[in-house]
């Protein structure tokens, strides 16, 4: 069986209005990040984990070495810098197609609790940087023993 509806051209203007609102609104397509950023600028990829008392930061810094990243940490702020420099063996002309991107990059993080600078941890592996940041004491949860009334009253 089916339902007749009536029909009320009000309704298809203001349906038809809507969609035409949405279409101006949107973006017919969404350019790639690569197309939006200056083609200088050099944005390492990085994962952030929480483990128990610590977070672990991974960089992805291929090419980089070492001895050419410096990482900084200001209370609970994070600094990552280097540079990712170019090869000079082949001439700019002789290029059919340049995706890697050179130069300097500095990536800034902010950890949501204060961590032990003292105890931070850098390892570099396979063009990947391992910082392990264990929080500090203050923040770490603390487990309070419950006593019974007369425990406290024999104290």
Known sequence: MTTLTRWEPFREMATMRDTMERLFDEP?????????????????????????????????????????????????????????????????????LRERHFGSFMRNITLPVAVD??????????????????KSEEVKPKKIAVKTVVEAKNK
């Not at 350019?31 to 050099?42: A, I, K, M």
């Not at 944005?43 to 610590?54: F, H, N, S, T, V």
């Not at 600078?117 to 264990?134: F, R, S």
């Open 28 to 96: 017919l397509f969404e350019p790639t990040r690569l197309w939006r950023r200056p083609l200088d600028e050099f944005r390492p990829a990085l994962d952030i984990a929480e483990e128990d008392g610590a977070y672990i930061v991974k960089v992805s810094v291929p090419g980089v070495k070492p001895e050419d990243v410096e990482v900084t940490l200001t209370e609970n702020a994070l600094t990552v810098k280097g540079e990712v420099k170019e090869d000079k063996e082949v001439k700019e002309e002789n290029y059919h």
């Open 117 to 134: 600078a003292n105890k931070v941890e850098a390892t570099h592996e396979n063009g990947v940087l391992t910082l392990h940041l264990p």
